[in-house]
């Protein structure tokens, strides 16, 4: 089988290292971390022929590229633009959620003529606050907040259309949930669904959850104590919402990534996501036992295999290493961390530049994964590699996977 992955980041490395197991790959417009297991070309997918196309960030899909290639009778794995919507916008998300009796957070939106009763309600509730803006922000549109005074600041902000390149002007204001988070990602045909193992991801900044929401400096998986069947993950969240898709006419096809938030009243969607986590992917896809590019293809077709996969029979854990210097700094290391055991380095934000690695921007540049028999190995491969790889202005977070390696290790 060919396959064409639409991408360039850690996730599509992920992706394409799983598929090329069992098809021929290409990737668009992929990176030099790819190339080393794939064809890369700058070919636009649309010019390009196979017999599947595995489309990876969420802006082409909600651009419509799923929609396109499928009039052209291709075989795509990826929702069309009215479905890639759950991620477009936060607002029709919630107001779908609602319809297909989903639970979630309680939540009011507010368009840009309506500053004024922002502000009202947050100033008649008490905090924390936590404010989204409505379109696409690379995961960084959300403000969580303990000071009305800032929530209010961030609600003005965000209507004016001044913030994430203008990702949208209108908010989301939702009552605060607590508890762990968890992201399961599942492979739809439109009408049923797989699920894949569950994975944690860490999105802020900063060691202990600190600092401000990135895309995620790191995952593992799987997450000890969590059982997605005995919480009916699927049931409550995966198929309902499928249900009520379908019944708009929309024929979802492709990954329905679940945010959860494991409230002490049972679980709770923070968010959906219209394609493969990054970096959730590389701790699931890569570790997933038989043919990972069939698996797809059945989905894409409507008529999902679920036999076609196992769950991994180990652990893994994703460390980003991200860079807060300009793009172009020149990277060292990633050969000797690839060739330790376990380990695989995925490429989110690099290319090549005269022979050298060099970062094609600031922000994550490497999702480093180690796997092991345990977290607590898989953790001590990732970090070992980590320790191998220098970047301008490179930093990381120390506290991956700790407490769930130290949990299973009976540490603590
Ligand atoms: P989102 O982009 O919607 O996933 O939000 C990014 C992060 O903000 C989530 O992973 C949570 O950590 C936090 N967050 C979002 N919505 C809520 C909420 N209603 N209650 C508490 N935390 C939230
Ligand atoms: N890791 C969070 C995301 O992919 O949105």
Redesign the pocket.
Known sequence: MKVVVVGSGAREHALTHALARTADVVCTPGSPGIAAVATCTDDDPEKLDADLFVIGPEAPLVDGLADRLRAQGKRVFGPGARGALLEGS?AYMKQVVRAAGVPT?AFHTFGAHEVDAAVALINSTDG?Y?I?TDGLAA?K??L?TESADEAIADVRDKLSGASFAGAGTTVVI?????GS?LSVLAVCDGESYVLLPAAQ?F?RMHDNDQGP?TGGMGAYSPVPGVDVDALAIGPTFIQPTLDYLRGQGIDYRGVLYA?L?LTPSGPRL??FNVRFGDPECEVVVPGLQGDVAALLASAADGALDSSLVSPAPDAAVTVMIASDAPAGGVVVGVENANALEGVNVFHARTTADKGALVTSAGGRVLAVTGRGTTLAEARERAYAAVTQIDLPGGYYRKDIAANAAAITEGTI
């Open positions: 936060k957070a924390p936590v989204k995961g549109g959300v969580v939702e009552e605060c949930m607590v988070e991801d999105k929401n945010g938030m923070v968010e």
